[in-house]
């Protein structure tokens, strides 16, 4: 449980403490450590570039579903000339 303390630290203050942290790591926990942290950031851009080509998909595919064109037989008659 988050003691008010650790709630109300801010940001600065928790990457100065993060930073620290991982400077006293021995070398092979930090180089598996940046591994993982490249793992996260890695599948987080996948995950946009995949919402993003699924929204571009949905456009493209709303937009050609909606231009339907119309059957001739559904056009209206074009108006009958009116005799001199």
Do not use: C, H, W, Y
């Amino acid at each position: 449980m988050n003691t008010e303390s650790e709630t109300s630290r801010t940001a600065e203050e928790k990457t100065r403490d993060l930073r620290q942290e991982f400077s006293e790591l021995p070398f092979e926990r930090k180089i598996a450590t940046l591994m993982q942290l490249e793992t996260v950031a890695a599948t987080e851009a996948f995950d946009k570039i995949a919402k993003a080509t699924a929204a571009l998909g949905k456009k493209i595919f709303d937009n050609v579903g909606s231009d339907d064109p119309v059957q001739p037989d559904e056009r209206t008659p074009p108006e009958k000339e009116k005799p001199v």
